[in-house]
Every structure is written in structure tokens, then in C-alpha cells.
């Protein structure tokens, strides 16, 4: 317990560290500033401008702006990223009640209820539930951050090469399990990014794999190349064969009475309870996140609810619930990648990039060597929480302003904004093309029903796969039942075929698919 | 699965399908061709147009078949890159395209997707056949690949299979607009940076990009694209400290 708090306070110390700026302008007068609560609020600004904004995803954002990290530091780079995830999951509800048009795909759920609710005249409550909500959950996901984190970094340091292999097979089937659609498709995604992980020089005898002769291929594929091509490139295609301006109807009258009633807030807590356990739960899986989060905790809500009929009528629980799931999702995704090292879904894939960037590889070995990064990020999710409770309710108005931004003018902005970024990344312009190529092939995965969050999961954790399993089969001299032998590997690769077996069964699937079609109608 | 009864009507379907396949089957020696006319202008390095042509057809027509036939005799010769890249990659998928002919495809959606990523993972086993295989017990730099290559090939082959036996979508429609002149603009903005600056490329592709939709009004676009412009020229160099060139060279010179 002690440690619990010896870790925190190191981490608010990071995040509360001064530093004194003395700009030329100022003329030799130095300031005091903290870099990293600059960064957290930047992030979470970032953040919910992303998520309030329909058409442009987390993913593609975080990708974005990695060659924007560069020049910071490492912590304050990594807090900024995170604070743009969890800023979105905010943002997203914004959108979602005010306008009805959810801004990110963790809000869908939230649009059903809370968009009532706003006709309803009381888009204020809905609001500020939703806030409460998240914050709530964030704080609840941060403490667990904190405490899960030490114990699962002792159990990490027992694993040997196996494990870490069959550790990361169960990752990837969990990715297929909680993946929208064909389980079939969704593990050729994973594949497919395997492969694409493998372009290069080979890490153990430097021969060049798949790279055609072409010396921008040799150092393989780069993570954020391909990232901004699937995901942003191709979303922006998408939306524009989508066609005409999104029907747009905002909810006019002026937000009075922000304050939820007593009732409001009986109603709720419970509910805001059980999706931050829910959220948390589902967070920590891998292959989950924040998605699957909400619309699994508003199936929850409509179940055990007295009178499920007031769902979809403007019933404060159905905000309630899926709001706090999507946050607290959000943020417990991280403890895999932090203590493990091992991302578990696409946005923490591009932190696993952002680290690399760094010169930071992510696993056990980063909380022990550079425990002031860990912390220091743990500490500034609350920070940052509280930021965006004080920020968002009095900033609705302008965000709402914002989506009067028509497509027409957004859409070419994000097009450059992202070809210069990452013509910065290497200052390469063939990479520019490569990611355009992507977008294309993303755009190629969409119309054909492949998601392409899978293969991102797959060609981050495909060179680590690879090597885990070369050492282990180099360890054991050739023998595969190592996989089998070893009790811990064996009992990960036997929850994942569980996992697999469990998927294709007919019964499962059709829960699986309710879940999922909830929000289309 | 092969449809006996509504043979007829199904061959007249399937013809775009199977035309699309077969030019799939040929698509890296029809690149590598294109590639190629730029040597005459002296861009880059390979070989002349008439070699790539000669020695693919000579693969695909005469050195394929008679590796094939030779392989079966027990002769373990070494075959060049271009036969190897025939019997890999184009005569699986000649061969599919020849099935597709006698079948009923009930998801268009999900059997050209599963065919396409299928030949994507034969094009990978082709790119890692020259790479070196086990050596003991211990991996060489081409067993992954080889691995991952051999299980998409299976995966692609499961997806094209449900796609003919359960009922899915056909095929989505693609719109042309869109893609085009976002792709247009990337290229432009890839080509352009170097030579033309940060200031000219990035207005210049914002306006290519903007013809992506008919709904662009060009007062507004460029009142904005000048405006994005002159942001990531502060934003960029500036303020993040990323080296780029700001202006056209001939002007800077």
C-alpha cells in the first residue's frame, strides 16, 4: 500500500514538475511553467475537438500527430497522446446528445438516450451526467491503473519467450472475438498485419525480407505510414463517397440548467457504477477497449432495467452507463501495454510506435527502469480528467459551433495536415505515397467488410511475436510441445482456443451480433 | 457448389469476376512492366521494357511449365525469379479464375475479398522464396513469412469459400471521385515538397484535394487553404522545429 502511494506521488510530482521559460520577448524574465500539464491539457483538448468532430477517428488522430511528439520529451509526448484518447471518449457524448451524430464510434450507444433527452429539453442534465459519468470512471480506472500495475509487472518478469508467444496469441484471438463481423476475416486481418510487420531487414541475420530491392522498403514498413493510410486516408474516402452533407440536426434551443435533478442523480449512480466496472473489466482485455465497452454496458442497463421500454426514450441511464464504460475502458487499456508491454487495441498500438519513437520499448522492464514515465502518465489521467470536467461543460457552445464546419473545408485540411506530417516523420516523401497506397487498401478493407483495426494489432505486435517464438523454439532446440510444458503458456493458449471455440458456436455468436447491431437501428 | 441447372446464367455474371482475376494473376509483371518504360527516360534502375516483357512471357509460357514438368521428373534445378513468380503467384490464381467460371457466387463481397487476399499471400510467399529456410531447429530469416504466408493463403481461401456458400452482399459500389483526386493530391504533395517548398505544395494540394467533392465552393477553399497553408508553415518548422524546405528552390537560390 505504501508503494501504491510512493508511486503516485512520484508521478504527481512528474506531472507537476516546473520548469522556467524565459522567452526572448520577456527580456531575461523567466516564467514558471509545467510542460506536462501544458501537454495534458493540450492532449485533452485535442482530444475532445477529435471527438466532437464526426470523420475523424482517435486512430487517425494519434497518428497524426506522432511526428508532432518529436521534438518533446518522452513523458510529455506520451501524456499528450493519451490525453487526446481519453479526450475523445468526452467529446464523442457531445456530439452524440447535442447533435445525434456520434462524433466517435465509443458514443454511439450514448446518441440513442441522450439525443432524446436533448429534445426533451434537457440536453443540460444529459451533459453533465455524461461528464460526471466519466469522470467518475476515470478516476476509478486511474486508481486501478495504479494499483494492478506493480503485481502484473512481477507476474510479467516470470515469463519466458513461450509465454510471452502464447500471451500474445490469446491477445490477438480476444482482438477476433471482440471484432465486429466474420471471426474469419477479423483473424486474416491479424495475419495480414503479421505479414506487413515483416517488410524489412530481419531482426537476427539482416536479410532483407520482401523489400523488392527498394531502399525505402529495407527498414520495413513505418507503423505510422501505415496507420494514417487505413485510418485516416481511407476514412476520408470513405466519408466522401458517403456523399452529400451529413443531415445535421442540432438541437437549437440555448442548454439551461446544466445541474441534473436529485432524481437524475439517484438514477443514475448505480448505473454509473456498473458500466466503470464493466468498462474497467472489458478495458483491461485485450483486443476490447473502449468500443465494445459501451455498447456491451447499455445492453447491460436494458436488461436488468425495471421498465426497459423507457430505453430510447430518453432514459438518463442509457448516458449514464456507456459514457462511464467508454472512459473507464479507455483508460485501463493501458495497463497491458504499460505492464506487459503488449497493446490491446489500435489506439495503444500507436503508442507502442510512440514509445518506440522514443527510444522507449514498452514492457515490464519500462516500470522498474523509467518508473517517473509510468507514474508520471498515470498521475497526469486524472489530472487530465478533472481538466476536461472543469474544460467541457462551460466550452459546449463553441464545440457545438465548431461542427458547422462543413465537410467540404475539413476534408482537404486533414488530407495535408497528414501528408505533411508524415513527410516529417523521415523526411521522406515516398513514405507520403506509401501511406496514400494504404489508403487506398483501407478503403479496399471497408467496402469489403475487413476491419482494419485487427491488422494494426498485427503488424505492431508481429515482430515481437516473431522473435519471442524464434527464441523459444531456439531455447526448447526445435521442440514445439514447449508451448504445451510449460504451465503458464499452456494455460493462456488453452483460454484462447477456449475463447476461439467458444466464438464459433452458434449461440454465442448471435449474442455476440445482437450486441453489436444495438446502436444501427 | 457448381451450379449445373443455371449454368448459363451464372458464366455471364461471373465474367467481370473472372476477367478481374485474371488480370490480378498478371498484376506484378504488368507493374513491373510500367515500371520499367521510366528507364528509357533514364529514371531509375531495372531492366528495359523489352527484357521484362520476353522474360515474363518466356516464364509464363515455356519456363513455368517446364519447371513444373521437370519438378515431377525429380529434377531439382534452380528456376529463375520471374518462373518462380509463374508457378507461385499467377497460375494459382489462373487456376481460380478458371474455377470461378463454373460457380455460383453467393456473396460477391466476401469471395473476391477472400481471392484477393489470397493472391496478396501467394505474392508474399513469392517476395520470401528466396529467403532462407529452417536451418536445424533454428529459424531463417524466410520460415515466418513463409508461415504467415501459407495461413493468409488458407484464410483467404476459408473467406472466398463462405462467400459461396452462405448468401452475403454483393459487391459495394465504388466511387471514383473521391479517391481520385485525394490520391492525386498525395502524389502531388509527395513529388512537389522537395523541389517546390512547404508554401506552394501544401496550398496547391489542398485545392487538388478539394475537387474530391462537387460540393467545394472555390472562394471559401481558397480563403482556407491560404490559411491552413500559412499555419503548417508556422506550425511545422516553427514551433515543432521539423527541417523543411519553405519555398521553391529556384526562388530561394
Known amino acids: 500500500m505504501f508503494d501504491l502511494f510512493h508511486n503516485l506521488g512520484l508521478g504527481f510530482g512528474v506531472v507537476f514538475q516546473i520548469s522556467w521559460w524565459s522567452p526572448w520577448w520577456l527580456y531575461g524574465?523567466?516564467?514558471?511553467?509545467?510542460?506536462?500539464?501544458?501537454?495534458?491539457?493540450?492532449?485533452?483538448?485535442?482530444?475532445?475537438?477529435?471527438?466532437?468532430?464526426?470523420?475523424?477517428?482517435?486512430?487517425?488522430?494519434?497518428?497524426?500527430?506522432?511526428?508532432?511528439?518529436?521534438?518533446?520529451?518522452?513523458?510529455?509526448?506520451?501524456?499528450?497522446?493519451?490525453?487526446?484518447?481519453?479526450?475523445?471518449?468526452?467529446?464523442?457524448?457531445?456530439?452524440?446528445?447535442?447533435?445525434?451524430?456520434?462524433?466517435?464510434?465509443?458514443?454511439?450507444?450514448?446518441?440513442?438516450?441522450?439525443?432524446?433527452?436533448?429534445?426533451?429539453?434537457?440536453?443540460?442534465?444529459?451533459?453533465?451526467?455524461?461528464?460526471?459519468?466519466?469522470?467518475?470512471?476515470?478516476?476509478?480506472?486511474?486508481?486501478?491503473?495504479?494499483?494492478?500495475?506493480?503485481?502484473?509487472?512481477?507476474?510479467?518478469?516470470?515469463?519466458?519467450?513461450?509465454?510471452?508467444?502464447?500471451?500474445?496469441v490469446l491477445g490477438l484471438i480476444f482482438a477476433v472475438v471482440l471484432a465486429k463481423g466474420s471471426v474469419l476475416k477479423a483473424i486474416a486481418m491479424i495475419v495480414f498485419g503479421l505479414l506487413l510487420s515483416m517488410v524489412g531487414s530481419d531482426i537476427e541475420t539482416g536479410a532483407s525480407r520482401m523489400a523488392f530491392n527498394i531502399p525505402e522498403l529495407a527498414d520495413g514498413l513505418g507503423f505510422a505510414t501505415v496507420a494514417m493510410g487505413v485510418f485516416g486516408f481511407a476514412e476520408i474516402i470513405r466519408n466522401l463517397d458517403a456523399g452529400a452533407e451529413m443531415n445535421r440536426d442540432l438541437v437549437q434551443q440555448k442548454i439551461t440548467g446544466l445541474m441534473p435533478t436529485r432524481k437524475d442523480l439517484i438514477d443514475s449512480a448505480p448505473a454509473i457504477l456498473r458500466g466503470t466496472v464493466l468498462g474497467s473489466i472489458l478495458g483491461i482485455l485485450p483486443g476490447g477497449g473502449a468500443v465494445i465497452a459501451s455498447f456491451a454496458s447499455y445492453t447491460l442497463e436494458k436488461k436488468i432495467a425495471k421498465n426497459p421500454s423507457r430505453f430510447g426514450r430518453g432514459a438518463i441511464e442509457g448516458v449514464a452507463a456507456p459514457e462511464s464504460a467508454n472512459n473507464a475502458a479507455a483508460q485501463t487499456s493501458f495497463i497491458p501495454l504499460l505492464t506487459l508491454g503488449i497493446p490491446p487495441n489500435a489506439v495503444m498500438a500507436l503508442m507502442v510506435g510512440a514509445m518506440t519513437i522514443h527510444g522507449i520499448v514498452p514492457g515490464p522492464q519500462v516500470m522498474q527502469k523509467q518508473p517517473e514515465l509510468v507514474w508520471g502518465m498515470i498521475a497526469s489521467m486524472w489530472i487530465g480528467n478533472l481538466m476536461l470536467i472543469i474544460i467541457n461543460l462551460p466550452l459546449v457552445g463553441i464545440w457545438v459551433r465548431l461542427l458547422r464546419v462543413p465537410y467540404r473545408l475539413m476534408f482537404p485540411s486533414i488530407v495535408i495536415f497528414c501528408a505533411i506530417g508524415i513527410y516529417s516523420v523521415n523526411n521522406a516523401p515516398v513514405d507520403v505515397i506509401l501511406a496514400g497506397v494504404f489508403g487506398l487498401v483501407g478503403y479496399w478493407l471497408i467496402k469489403h467488410d475487413f476491419e482494419p483495426a485487427p491488422l494494426l494489432l498485427g503488424m505492431v505486435l508481429g515482430p515481437l511475436m516473431e522473435e519471442n517464438l524464434r527464441r523459444a523454439l531456439l531455447i526448447s532446440r526445435g521442440d514445439w510441445s514447449v508451448f504445451l510444458t510449460r504451465p503458464l503458456s499452456a494455460v493462456l493458449l488453452a483460454i484462447a482456443a477456449f475463447l476461439l471455440v467458444l466464438t464459433v458456436l452458434p449461440a454465442l455468436r448471435a449474442k455476440r451480433d445482437e450486441v453489436f447491431t444495438e446502436s444501427e437501428n | 457448389m457448381a451450379d449445373t441447372m443455371g449454368h448459363s446464367a451464372t458464366t455471364t455474371r461471373n465474367t467481370s469476376v473472372v476477367i478481374g482475376f485474371c488480370l490480378l494473376a498478371v498484376a506484378p509483371q504488368i507493374f513491373e512492366f510500367i515500371w520499367s518504360i521510366g528507364t528509357i527516360f533514364g529514371w531509375g534502375a531495372g531492366r528495359g521494357p523489352a527484357t521484362v516483357v520476353i522474360s515474363h512471357a518466356t516464364a509464363l509460357l515455356a519456363g513455368a511449365p517446364g519447371a513444373l514438368i521437370g519438378a515431377i521428373g525429380g529434377d531439382t534445378k534452380k528456376a529463375s525469379s520471374e518462373v518462380l513468380l509463374a508457378l507461385i503467384y499467377s497460375y494459382p490464381l489462373f487456376a481460380v479464375a478458371i474455377l470461378t467460371i463454373f460457380m455460383t457466387i453467393r456473396s460477391a463481397q466476401d469471395y473476391v475479398g477472400g481471392i484477393a487476399l489470397m493472391a496478396l499471400a501467394l505474392f508474399a510467399l513469392w517476395a520470401s522464396s528466396d529467403l532462407q529456410g529452417m536451418r536445424g531447429f533454428s529459424f531463417g530469416a524466410g520460415t515466418a513469412p513463409r508461415m504467415f504466408g501459407g495461413l493468409l493463403v488458407a484464410l483467404g481461401a476459408g473467406i472466398a469459400l463462405t462467400g459461396l456458400l452462405t448468401d452475403g452482399p454483393a459487391m459495394a459500389h465504388y466511387a471514383w471521385r473521391g479517391p481520385l483526386f485525394v490520391m492525386v493530391s498525395i502524389v502531388f504533395f509527395a513529388l512537389a515538397i522537395r523541389p517546390l517548398g512547404v508554401v506552394v505544395t501544401a496550398f496547391a494540394?489542398?485545392?487538388?484535394?478539394?475537387?474530391?467533392?462537387?460540393?467545394?465552393?472555390?472562394?471559401?477553399?481558397?480563403?482556407?487553404?491560404?490559411?491552413?497553408?500559412?499555419?503548417?508553415?508556422?506550425?511545422?518548422?516553427?514551433?515543432?522545429?521539423?527541417?523543411?524546405?519553405?519555398?521553391?528552390?529556384?526562388?530561394?537560390?
Not at chain 2, 238 to 243: A, F, K, R, S, T
Open chain 2, 205 to 253: 494540394s489542398f485545392l487538388i484535394a478539394a475537387m474530391g467533392t462537387h460540393e467545394t465552393r472555390w472562394v471559401e477553399a481558397i480563403i482556407v487553404g491560404a490559411c491552413l497553408t500559412l499555419g503548417c508553415a508556422l506550425l511545422f518548422p516553427y514551433v515543432l522545429g521539423l527541417p523543411m524546405p519553405m519555398f521553391p528552390r529556384f526562388l530561394v537560390q
Open chain 1, 29 to 168: 524574465l523567466s516564467l514558471p511553467i509545467s510542460i506536462n500539464i501544458l501537454m495534458c491539457l493540450i492532449g485533452a483538448l485535442v482530444g475532445t475537438l477529435v471527438g466532437v468532430l464526426p470523420g475523424i477517428g482517435t486512430v487517425a488522430t494519434v497518428a497524426m500527430l506522432l511526428p508532432i511528439t518529436f521534438g518533446l520529451p518522452p513523458v510529455g509526448a506520451l501524456i499528450m497522446l493519451a490525453g487526446i484518447y481519453y479526450g475523445a471518449q468526452y467529446g464523442g457524448s457531445t456530439t452524440s446528445i447535442l447533435v445525434n451524430i456520434p462524433g466517435e464510434a465509443t458514443s454511439v450507444v450514448t446518441a440513442i438516450d441522450g439525443h432524446q433527452m436533448a429534445k426533451q429539453g434537457r440536453a443540460g442534465p444529459a451533459l453533465a451526467i455524461a461528464a460526471i459519468g466519466s469522470f467518475f470512471a476515470g478516476c476509478v480506472a486511474t486508481v486501478l491503473i495504479a494499483v494492478l500495475g506493480a503485481p502484473l509487472t512481477k507476474l510479467a518478469l516470470a515469463f519466458g519467450p513461450a509465454e510471452y508467444f502464447s500471451l500474445m
